[in-house]
């Protein structure tokens, strides 16, 4: 039980991660140029990642983080 809990707070934790990225992406495919989308993660303290979304201007997000998932 607590493990579904746990699991559903992380997803919860990365909508809005994945809710900018496909923002992002269909910007960036809609555009007429070039266009270059660029995702870096990081591990950071107390089970936490750090994840930048560079298209341009960087958009950073700190999400928790379950190692072995």
Do not use: T, W
């Not at 493990?3 to 923002?23: C, I």
């Not at 989308?37 to 958009?59: A, D, F, N, S």
């Amino acid at each position: 039980m607590e493990a579904l809990d746990r699991s559903a707070a992380l997803v919860a934790a990365n909508a809005s991660v994945l809710a900018k990225l496909s923002d992002l992406y269909c910007e960036a495919f809609a555009h007429d140029g070039f266009a270059e989308l660029k995702v870096e993660m990081r591990i950071l303290r107390r089970g936490q990642k750090e994840v930048i979304l560079h298209c341009g201007k960087q958009y950073r997000y700190v999400v928790d983080y379950a190692p072995g998932n």
